[in-house]
């Protein structure tokens, strides 16, 4: 269904339950990260209308998120940490040249935000049948039904604003990329690294 090329070594669930603080942190950032991007392509793309909708929509629902992750956090006894650098975010964003169209930034962004949110999705698939802890893993089945929603919204969206025979071309090599900078990955206990 996602599309991905290369599926999450599932030895990466091990490294994430030796460090349940560090995961919650990073997925808290995740989650914040996620709404402010929705937030930027509302104020980068206003004569959208249907995408503002829809992101305004996303916005509450990731900010949403962002609660439900920061109260396992204090559930647990912990403080949210700091955030770090995404190295999965930094490397897939270098793929698309800067620059261009209003209409080629906005595709690209897109897809960019579908592929972040179908790694997302997968990773929460992963987390929810192999994490040892049962509230958790439900907590993560939870919201991997709402992340491979969010990656058709991102997907969709790009395809409706481009041509469908271009994006669907940047969408496969833009897969093919993530691939690769996943073969480097799955090594901490971060959501993508």
């Given amino acids: 269904m996602l599309g991905l ?6 030895r990466w669930v091990n490294i994430v339950e030796k460090n349940i603080e560090e995961i919650l942190t990073d997925h808290a950032y995740c989650e914040q990260k996620a709404a402010s991007t ?3 392509l509302i104020v980068s793309f206003p004569e959208y209308t249907e995408l503002v909708q829809e992101m305004v929509a996303l916005v509450k629902e990731e900010i949403s998120h962002f609660k439900l992750v920061h109260d396992k956090i ?3 006894g912990w403080v949210m940490g700091r955030d770090r650098k995404d190295n999965y ?10 620059g261009g169209s209003r209409t080629n930034q906005l ?3 897109l897809l960019y935000a579908a592929l972040i949110e179908a790694r997302s999705c997968e990773r929460f698939r992963l987390l929810s049948e192999e994490l040892t802890d049962p509230e958790l893993a439900e907590f993560y089945k939870n919201l991997m039904v709402s992340e491979a929603n969010h990656y058709t919204i991102f997907l969709g969206f790009a395809r409706k604003y481009g041509d469908r025979k271009e994006v669907d071309t940047k969408w496969q090599e833009l897969l093919t990329f993530e691939a690769e900078i996943m073969k480097d990955l799955s090594k901490e206990e971060s959501i993508h690294g």
């Fill in 5 to 10: 090329k290369l599926p999450t070594d599932p």
């Fill in 38 to 40: 929705a937030i930027s």
């Fill in 74 to 76: 204090i559930a647990r």
């Fill in 89 to 98: 975010v930094i490397r897939l964003t270098q793929f698309f040249p800067k």
């Fill in 107 to 109: 595709v690209h962004r």
